[in-house]
């Protein structure tokens, strides 16, 4: 199995920048492409970036330009990072990281908030 814990959410003015960590162990020799998706209220869950492991991104269109998605490999454990600028309010959601595995299923976070104040 895989763990996977978030962190950096949080509260932002409109224009300002935020870090989302989210940290794998466990059967870490497995993981595929990790991702991060998000959910606004009332909305779908939707993917923002994904990194495959030799690290090819993609991104949803309305953050391309604005986030950048980045992995990390250490002998314990492997780290995805979502860096976010120039935020605004259609950002606002509930951020989720995702890893799919070779041969043992997929995996979420438990999901961080972040809020931007316009």
């Known amino acids: 199995q895989v763990q996977l814990v978030e962190s950096g959410g949080g509260l932002v003015q409109a224009g300002g920048s935020l870090r989302l960590s989210c940290a794998a162990t466990g059967s870490i020799f497995s993981i595929n492409v990790m991702g991060w998706y998000r959910q606004a209220p009332g909305k779908q869950r939707e993917l923002v970036a994904s990194?495959?492991?030799?690290?090819?991104?993609?991104?949803e269109d309305s953050v391309k330009g604005r986030f950048t998605i980045s992995r990390h490999n250490a002998r314990d454990t492997v780290t995805v990072y979502l860096q976010m600028n120039s935020l605004n309010s259609e950002d606002t959601a509930a951020y989720y990281c995702?890893?799919?595995?070779w041969g043992r299923g997929d995996y979420w976070g438990q999901g961080t908030q972040v809020t931007v104040a316009s």
């Open positions: 990194i495959t492991p030799d690290r090819n991104t993609a991104y």
């Open positions: 995702h890893t799919t595995t």
